[in-house]
């Protein structure tokens, strides 16, 4: 955000945002002719949400965009396994994301950015555990209300496939 200064010609920065795990680039922004949000397009498809009615009362730490709708993969998904007891189905991409969806109510459920690309993954038929292929190991996850938790690792490299326990 910039501020007009006394001198009229000229303004100056006031307040940075960013948007977080995001390395795309900008595309677009638009105001809403309230000027009370403000909407950025990135390269990767993306679209993000920042109020900006209490800009000038926020922290730093609390000025991110959100995405406007649930977000997409940016770019191929690499994986996907459904839940045998739960409406869940687990993606991960080339975006190094993994993403848990309640395919009954259509919605994000979880998004947990990693630093490394996940090649598959799996779910439990509990739909509490995951277990997710990178270039390096094999994680064994725990799906928690707001967060995806490494609990175990497996020494198995660039494992591209992975299958659930067959339960009776």
Known sequence: MYERTEDKDLFKKSRAFRIENNVARVRALAASPSEDALVC???NSQLFLFALSNAEIMKPEEMNFEFLVSS?????????DTCLRKPLIAT?????????????DKSLE?????HEEAYA???HPSGLHVLVGFADKMRLMNVLMDDIRP???FPIKACREAHPPLVR
Request: proline fraction near 0%; glycine fraction near 8%; charged fraction near 20%.
């Open 92 to 104: 991960c991409g080339v975006d190094k994301s993994v993403r848990v969806w309640n395919y009954f």
């Open 72 to 80: 997409f993969h940016a770019g191929a998904a690499t994986g996907l």
């Open 121 to 123: 993954v799996a779910l």
């Open 41 to 43: 397009a990135l390269d």
């Open 110 to 114: 979880l998004l947990k950015f990693f």
């Open 151 to 153: 609990f175990k690792e």
